[in-house]
């Protein structure tokens, strides 16, 4: 089977993008696409066009575990898969309109959450075209909603970093109770990430403080370096990467600076064990094999799919580092998540709420 990633350049192009309605989009924009696809001899083979998030491929985080599923789709299900990377916010609504308005694919997924208002928008123009989205708050009968709890994928690791802070027995690692989680933009998503680190972080040492650094991007590496240095030098002994590519220059001050890292949304601890302790983990990439999956099958259907600890979609991995965890601080993180699945522990739902949560949650612990 062969894949088609023809690329073009849309300099200054004028897209108009007509629909149900008589409605029309008229964009004007430069990105890199795919092309139109020549056929591959399959005429019955699904096509799936997929937009990669402004943090392109090689970010480390959802992007690439997103492609690793529709990899997975791609050699296992026979599907055709084309992708394009958007330069930046303002390419989501050309080039989700040019895989529309192709009229070729079984199903579009878009990644990226700042893609949302221009998904809607070209949704409500093709309503019999398929539309898959990650992380957005979308509800249209033909756009399917594969999303995390943001606050449930930081809780276990801020409540690892809240049991590592103070234990000077590991590398690295100070007396001070600080550490600190460094997301991409300043949105809903990456606040509510926020909110579940600092209850997990709080839930393991009441005292612990909790810096946060917004770096303004999701792909820009010397700026995530920069906010790095700014919570390590406060005195933050671990900080956890919710910024995408953004973070592989949190990778780097950690190993200047002589501190600690949790990863973001998969598993990268092989790819600096000194200093990654542990990575958060999202099953982005079954959920994406299994939505593919799900249009072969003909049992694709719309709406919101959860990922919680709870029933796998989000959890925490130490696979792979070689920081020496104390096997105290893991037997710790897996009572806590069995109390979750077990509905004995729930988590808070805004930060004014974290003070009369511990004492509720310190009670559950006993």
């Avoid at 409540?159 to 933009?185: H, P, R």
Wanted: glycine share 12%.
């Amino acid at each position: 089977m062969r894949k088609i990633i023809a690329k073009v350049v849309l300099a200054g192009m004028v897209m108009s993008v007509t629909g149900c309605g008589g409605k029309t989009i008229t964009h004007e924009t430069e990105a890199t696409a795919v092309s139109g696809a020549e056929e591959s001899g399959a005429e019955e083979k699904v096509k799936v066009g997929f937009i990669v998030g402004t943090g392109g491929l090689g970010d480390q985080g959802f992007n690439d575990i997103a492609y690793e599923g529709l990899k997975r789709a791609e050699e296992e299900l026979g599907i055709e898969l084309e992708y394009a990377e958007p330069q930046s916010v303002s390419d989501f609504e050309p080039l989700i309109s040019q895989f529309a308005q192709d009229g070729s694919y079984d199903l579009i997924i878009s990644l990226d959450q700042q893609s949302q208002s221009a998904l809607e928008k070209i949704a409500e123009l093709f309503p019999e075209q398929k539309f898959s989205a990650v992380d957005m708050n979308i509800e249209a009968d033909n756009v399917k909603v594969i999303r995390k709890d943001f606050s449930q994928l930081a809780f276990l690791p801020g409540y690892f970093a809240g049991l590592l802070t103070t234990d000077t027995s590991v590398d690295k690692v100070n007396e001070e109770a600080c550490v600190g989680i460094m997301i991409g933009v300043d949105n809903p998503n990456m606040q509510n990430g926020v909110l579940g680190y600092t209850a997990g972080a709080r839930l393991a040492n009441p005292d612990t403080e909790v810096l946060t650094g917004i770096v303004g991007s999701y792909g820009d590496p010397a700026k995530g370096k920069d906010t790095a240095k700014v919570m390590y030098d406060k005195g933050a002994d671990i900080v956890m990467n919710f910024a995408g590519s953004s973070g592989l220059g949190l990778t780097n001050q950690a190993k200047e600076s002589e501190r600690l890292v949790i990863g973001g949304t998969s598993n990268v601890n092989a790819t600096a064990p000194d200093v990654i302790a542990a990575s958060a983990l999202e099953q982005l990439s079954d959920r994406v094999y299994n939505d593919v999956k799900a249009v072969i099958d003909g049992t694709w259907e719309s709406g919101i799919e959860m990922g919680v600890i709870a029933n796998g979609g989000v959890d925490i991995a130490f696979e792979g580092t070689d920081v020496a965890v104390p096997e105290e601080i893991i037997e710790k993180i897996d009572h806590v998540r069995t109390l979750i699945k077990d509905g004995k522990l729930t988590l808070p739902s805004s930060v004014e709420e974290i003070d009369g949560w511990l004492e509720e949650a310190a009670g559950v612990l006993k």
